[in-house]
């Protein structure tokens, strides 16, 4: 097992043993290939001290958060492994071969990668970004927060990803996604067409799906409810229109095995990017937990 940095305030202040535990916490503090607004491996501790001073009450499910089997490993120590993509694809393995659901708490988006890569190929991905993160190079990096996804997408099969909530595109991104078939819907069309259109499109996607890894980057919700978003980007989603998706998602879906949370930079923030990447966490964990699909 890899090295991890014990969480001071562990997540949601509630901890058991890592076997018993149904679900796992952990931190990747990387930012190193971030643009714009830096400071993303600094998120995981704001999460977690966030979340020690919100109610753990879920509105849509009725249960307490407080109630859950949650262990919180703390943060992979990044700076000092040689190779921390590969480690957390080493951990989130173990995890997810055990049974349990992982959250993983970013740090930049490259993380998704690894994580994505612990998964067997059926497992579907679901990616909330106002980004589609599939530059071929950028700033002289062929894997970056900005490339990410484009590699991902050399490497599996392209089908099993559906992006949600995007709405910014460089013109480099717009031509190889046509090209390949990259799957996604615009913030706009969202907004535009409402919640059962989106329910509709997403269900389309998914309909063949056993189960449905999430990615959460938090620049896909609009700057006004998360102001510390690392690259923010107008147009975005709502929170509670979010949130309302992923809970017939989760109904509908027969199993959802993961979540990660990125791109958020807390030295931006007014204190609400951190309590709300923390309650979309909550809400996630809850759905799982109601709709008897975690893992
Ligand atoms: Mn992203
Ligand atoms: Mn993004």
Redesign the pocket.
Known sequence: MPKFISPVNPFAGVQVGYEEADYVVLGFPYDLTSTYRLGSRNAPNAIREASLNIETYSPRTGLFLENLKIRDLGDLEVSTLEDPFQQLTAVFKDVFNAGKFAVTLGGE?TLTHSTVKALPENVMLLVF???L?MRDVYEGRSFS?TTHLRRLTEEIDPNRLLMVGVR?IAMEELESARKRGIRYITSPQILKHGFNWTVRRIEEHFKKASSVYISF????LDPSYAPA???P?PEGLNPTFTLNLLEVLASRIPEVVGLDLV?FSPAYDNGVTAVLGAKIVFEVLCLVEAAGCRR
């Open positions: 988006h970004d106002a980004h993160d927060h910014a980057d938090m620049d896909v978003a690392s690259n980007e791109e």
